[in-house]
């Protein structure tokens, strides 16, 4: 985790800012989530070398209560991503998004579908609106384009 918050340090200190940006530029979002990759990394970090101070017999135990992998859930929550990557030029970012976080929802256990069909596609028009009209950035409309032109978000 901490070589990959490196990775995104990295990456993000390779966006070029024009002088012209104050405060918040196109670094910000990516040395956001490159801080939180590092807090992850550092947390696990200290538990891992917390844990290596146990006793034989104490992580003996704790590997037995160890759950094992749930391949289902994590072939779920597999097919629902691949499905928002093919769907995200295709339907757009919100329904794409949409479907994902439904699928994901279903795989962490969640028999609700239509609340979280709901629930995901009010936070992908959120992260919709605010990438677009807020950030200036490009998200593919899709089929929702005639929708999100008339509310001036296309």
Known sequence: MLALAGVLFYGAFQIRVLPSYAHIGPRFFPLLVATGAAACGFILLVQALLKSGRSADESADTAEAASPLDWPAMLMTV????????????????????????????????RQHVRNALIGLVLSFVAYWAFTRWLGLHLPAGILRPILMRLGGA
Request: net charge neutral.
């Open 79 to 110: 097919a629902a991503l691949v499905i928002q990557v093919f769907l995200f030029e295709r339907a757009g970012f919100i329904i794409a998004s949409g479907i994902m976080f439904t699928g994901v929802a279903a795989a962490f256990g969640s």
